[in-house]
């Protein structure tokens, strides 16, 4: 069981998907707009490298009072989510932006990993929309990585990626398919 969680818009959904590849039928709800998508958790099932994953997509957290799941019930999803899965959770990924540190992501990580799971379930970092990062996505790692220190953020590992493949091109590839091909195989590799 890996839990996926983040804030609203961040690209949980978009993650799962990825993984899960562009054939299967039951994709994660995605949305561009300014309120989330995803009401409650949701279990997606992946193979990767021949073993399989229950891989949990989550209500953004930070949504706001306008936003479809307000901030108290995202929290009470993921209560009741843990105490669904009943000790069974193998890993936390950690979706989050890749822009400027805030507080709010310091936040987020001690309420989910450090209270909800009491620092006793391995947690990975998903940095995502850095298709347009120079030289490469993980250059923003090199950038920011103080910061997650100085915030006493500990991971496990890390994986800055896209998880789209951006507008069609002429040619019938997409702009960034070579980002989206590069971040699959980090997220398949953070995950096992």
Not at 127 to 147: R, Y
């Amino acid at each position: 069981n890996v839990i996926i969680f983040g804030e609203t818009g961040v690209g949980k959904s978009s993650v799962i998907n990825m993984i899960r590849g562009e054939a299967a039928r039951d994709q994660a709800p995605v949305s561009s707009g300014a309120v989330g998508c995803t009401f409650s958790s949701q279990g997606y099932e992946a193979v990767i490298d021949g073993q399989k994953y229950m891989l949990w997509d989550t209500a953004g957290l930070n949504e706001g009072l306008r936003g479809t799941v307000d901030p108290q019930q995202a929290i009470l999803n993921l209560v009741e989510l843990f105490e669904k899965l009943d000790g069974r959770v193998h890993l936390l990924v950690y979706c989050i932006r890749g822009k400027r540190f805030r507080q709010v992501v310091k936040d987020n990580y001690d309420l989910f990993y450090t209270r909800l799971c009491k620092s006793n379930v391995p947690i990975v970092v998903a940095v995502t929309g850095l298709e347009n990062e120079m030289p490469d996505m993980d250059n923003w790692w090199k950038e920011n990585a103080d910061d997650f220190k100085e915030y006493r953020m500990r991971f496990g590992g890390h994986a800055c990626i896209t998880s789209t493949r951006g507008k069609p091109l002429k040619d019938g590839g997409y702009m960034f398919d070579e980002e989206y091909d590069e971040s699959l195989e980090k997220i398949g590799t953070l995950i096992k």
